[in-house]
């Protein structure tokens, strides 16, 4: 078994199974990226539930893992050289890829286009989705001023066109299903539950709102968007 008592994470959450990759997350749209990917690798592991509070993501346990106080994150017992901790939802999925020798292409060119879409998502995509939702559902929407908000629903919608001028004519963004799709998707879904899918005219769109709805259908996006569960 295992010996992972060098990571001080496993203090507050206790490894049940060291032997598999221990994933500390909450299902958010970045949270789900590793739990769908895991699922979709076939990858074994132990989900933690490490809840947005403060209590959580800032003890000194989570931030002995990831300095930057943002779930998700990872150890994989089995490392390149042993016991590895990571941190940052794209990085993870990279390393999963490498690692599983999946959902990253076949060749050098393939993995090139598909880590590009992922930084699309972790540069763009996500950060600018993650303002709109502030200023659209939470406590940005009490802001008297409407530029702040306006210049995310700008940018979302610029966002938006490019994926629906690249999703025209194939099912996922970089040819075939790919860890690019794992990160694009759970932030396009996102809109909905920000409540922002009207003023930044999804509706409007034919691709985009197609592709969401073949990546949710998947058993393993199914399965994996709720891991883990936050209802316990």
């Known amino acids: 078994m295992t010996d992972l008592s060098n990571f001080s994470i496993t203090g507050k959450w206790p490894a049940h199974n060291p032997d598999v990759i221990q994933l500390y997350s909450y299902p958010t749209p970045n949270g789900v990226k590793v739990s769908i990917a895991l699922e979709e690798m076939g990858i074994a592991y132990e ?11 800032k003890s000194p346990e989570f931030l ?3 300095p930057n106080n943002k779930i998700p994150a990872i150890i994989d017992p089995n490392g390149p050289d042993g016991p590895i901790g990571l941190w940052e939802s794209g990085a993870i999925l990279i390393y999963l890829a490498e690692k599983s020798g999946m959902l990253m292409g076949s060749n050098a060119a393939q993995k090139a286009h598909v880590i590009k ?19 659209s559902k939470f406590a940005g929407s009490e802001i008297e001023d409407p530029r702040p908000k306006q ?6 919608k610029r966002l938006l066109a490019v994926l629906e001028k690249e999703l025209d004519g194939k099912d996922w963004i970089a040819g075939d ?20 899918q009207e003023i930044t005219g ?7 709102p197609a592709y969401v709805e073949r990546f949710m259908a998947r058993p393993a996006v199914q399965k994996g968007k709720t891991i883990p569960n936050p209802k316990g």
């Open 47 to 57: 989900p933690h539930l490490v809840t947005l509070s403060d209590a959580d993501v």
């Open 64 to 66: 002995s893992l990831n």
């Open 117 to 135: 879409w992922v930084m699309f998502q972790m540069g763009g995509l996500g950060p600018m989705f993650g303002q709109l939702g502030y200023f």
């Open 151 to 156: 210049r995310y629903v700008d940018e979302a």
């Open 177 to 196: 299903f790919s860890i690019a799709d794992i990160a694009i998707a759970p932030w396009l879904n996102a809109l909905a539950f920000y409540g922002t």
């Open 202 to 208: 999804y509706h409007d769109l034919k691709n985009v």
